[in-house]
């Protein structure tokens, strides 16, 4: 499997307060095995998405945007960083994507 980075890493700030920074659907999958918090719908559909852009199968932004949906199921708060390590907003709010 390759690696395909995400155009803009997302920054989640984890149930226990600390924040971890997702640059594509590998670290994303790797998360969602082996800590994620709750399974439920869209815990499921991202982990579908993140395999599948890491087979080619789909893309890494469609992953990406499953990953935003299961932090939202999972009341993790998270926004856009930068590639520099900076984050992109410096509010405390959630970036949410509409469907």
């Not at 082996?34 to 080619?56: I, K, M, Q, T």
Request: proline content about 6%; glycine content about 4%; hydrophobic content about 35%.
């Amino acid at each position: 499997m390759k690696e395909i980075p995400w155009r803009v890493p997302l920054s989640v700030r984890l149930q226990n307060g600390i924040e971890r920074r997702f640059c594509g659907p590998y670290d994303a999958l790797d998360f969602l095995e082996h800590e994620w918090p709750n399974h439920g719908r869209r815990f499921h559909r991202a982990v579908r998405d993140c395999r599948a852009a890491l087979s080619s199968l789909q893309t890494a932004e469609v992953a990406r945007r499953s990953f935003i949906d299961a932090c939202i199921e999972a009341s993790m708060p998270f926004e856009e960083a930068r590639r520099d390590h900076t984050p992109a907003l410096t509010k405390s709010t959630s970036v949410r994507w509409r469907h």
